[in-house]
């Protein structure tokens, strides 16, 4: 199984990125898809997670302005980003329980970079 995120990149702030995460590989089922960030110096961070059904969590820092989606039959996953603020900047990476015909295991993706400037 493999996890493949895009869409990173420089944005002003007050801009507006998509992020994409597509799963592939002998997968039966997904489970939670979510997507975290880490910042330099700190630590990784949770920013939103969905379950298979549809239900949403957020990091209280990015309420109101990201929106996170799935398509199942993609098996991919998505995080529109409103109203970035520099704070926003860090590597954001996807990650997602995945069942196989061989067992269950939580993936993770490369990472993607977005860059908020002041």
């Known amino acids: 199984v493999q996890l493949q995120a895009s869409g990173g990149g420089l944005v002003q702030a007050g801009g507006s990125l998509r992020l994409s995460c597509a799963a592939s590989g002998n997968i039966y089922r997904i489970a939670n898809m979510g997507w975290r960030r880490q910042a330099p110096g700190k630590q990784r961070e949770l920013v939103a997670v969905?379950?298979?059904?549809?239900?949403?969590n957020y990091a209280d820092s990015v309420k109101g302005r990201f929106t996170i989606s799935r398509d199942n039959a993609k098996n991919t996953v998505y995080l529109q980003s409103n109203s970035l603020k520099p704070e926003d900047t860090a590597v954001y990476y996807c990650?997602?329980?995945?069942?196989?015909?061989?067992?269950?295991?939580?993936?993770w993706g490369q990472g993607t970079l977005v860059t908020v400037s002041s």
């Open positions: 969905i379950t298979s059904a549809g239900t949403t």
């Open positions: 990650n997602a329980v995945v069942y196989t015909p061989y067992g269950s295991g939580d993936y």
